[in-house]
């Protein structure tokens, strides 16, 4: 039977079990935990050290209203980036791929920024759809513009980090096809391409860590506008 190179992306099921749902537990199971010494080990040491530059990094233009996220932005950075990671292993399945999943994740927050700004102050909220100093005769198509402007957020966030994972995992799953193809009929061809395989590997590292990180900051940057 002939695979798609898209069933890779597909949701696994195992008896009737949706395995997309231990795909998102297994990360808060390896997340290494502090202990009641007085010297932690280099692991949760090097994990506070990131959690709390990258706290401080986010939530520095920030008033002190939206430090009340930090704890949430926080742990939804660490989420996305290990669950990004781990779908880079072989054999597994990276629930991040998923426009559904994504959408769950931007909706929400978005829609939470959106109601506290219409909350704590409507008239601030409301003059972002419309810049100072517009001309009269373009108030209302320039309104609609940013109308869509608004509500288009939370898919651009879904989207973006959906295609880029799944442009990454479709080119490595091209490339590694290709040296097993090659490895028999020119070797060093084949070599040649292990090692395209092996710079697109790690740039697929960096593209896992840096789509999360660009995730909460566009979360971190609606939220300024709106506390």
Known sequence: MTLSLFDQFSYPWHMGIPLVAIALTIPWILFPTPSARWLNNRVVTFQGWFIARFTHQTFMPLNVGGHKWALLLASLMVFLISLNMLGLLPYTFTPTTQLSLNLALAVPLWLATVAIGMRNQPTAALGHLLPEGTPTALIPILVIIE???????????????????????????LVSTAVLVLLPMMPAVAALTAVLLLMLTLLEVAVAMIQAYVFVLLLSLYLQENV
């Open 147 to 173: 109308t869509i402007s608004l509500f288009i957020r939370p898919v651009a966030l879904g989207v973006r980090l959906t295609a880029n994972l799944t442009a990454g995992h479709l080119l490595i799953q």
